[in-house]
């Protein structure tokens, strides 16, 4: 996430060199992003049965950040939804990055993870600068919890790695929503 807990700001972190945090290859995933490839356009599957697409609109951002979706891992810089732990990790740095709005992105979070809104955009969102891009590597694990390496890409400056476990919990209608980050050590 974007945010750190506590307040303050943090960055990003996600696939790197062609490699997520676990060192799993995507360089031969196919990426359409000219042909604007989606859910129903879906590229190859790799040997974990994982498949890769670009997403929509994506560009040549796709090219650094193509999409993984499979049981338990979200990879990309795509919307994300309130389905899985993986999911809502992905919505909310969606809201923060691509939406820039804190209002959506604390809408998925509990109010005891204690991130408002107000903080959220004042430290957060307002400071990135324009053209920032973003790229999440998350993987649910036991009870809701994420692994997550996020990375974020400031125009003119050295990509950004941020490893966070990222607690989810389901909500009201089964939604997932947030309800604690814990900043961990770079590796």
């Given at each position: 996430?974007?945010?750190a807990a ?6 990003s972190?996600?696939?790197?060199d ?11 995933a196919?990426v359409?992003?000219?042909?604007g ?10 040997a974990a049965g994982?498949?890769?697409v670009?997403?929509?609109g ?12 499979a049981?338990?891992?979200?990879a ?5 939804d309130?389905?899985?732990?993986e999911?809502?990790v992905?919505?909310f ?11 959506a ?6 109010p005891?993870?204690?991130?408002d809104?107000e ?15 973003h790229?999440?590597d ?16 400031r ?6 790695e941020?490893?966070?476990?990222i607690t ?7 939604k ?8 961990l050590?770079?590796?």
């Amino acid at each position: 996430m974007g945010f750190a807990a506590g307040g303050g700001f943090s960055g990003s972190a996600a696939i790197t060199d062609g490699q997520t945090a676990e060192g799993e290859d995507v360089r031969n995933a196919s990426v359409e992003s000219q042909s604007g490839a989606g859910p129903g356009d879906a590229g190859p599957v790799d040997a974990a049965g994982e498949q890769s697409v670009a997403p929509a609109g994506a560009g040549e951002a796709a090219a650094h950040c193509p999409e993984v979706v499979a049981p338990g891992h979200y990879a990309g810089a795509g919307a994300g939804d309130e389905a899985t732990p993986e999911g809502v990790v992905a919505a909310f740095e969606h809201a923060y990055y691509v939406v820039k709005d804190a209002s959506a992105a604390t809408a998925l979070v509990t109010p005891d993870a204690s991130i408002d809104a107000e903080t959220l955009r004042r430290e957060g969102i307002d400071r990135l600068p324009a053209g920032t891009t973003h790229c999440v590597d998350a993987r649910a694990g036991q009870d809701g919890a994420v692994e997550v390496v996020l990375v974020e890409a400031r125009p003119g400056q050295p990509e950004l790695e941020i490893r966070q476990r990222i607690t989810t919990a389901a909500g009201e209608g089964g939604k997932r929503k947030i309800t604690g980050i814990e900043h961990l050590a770079p590796s």
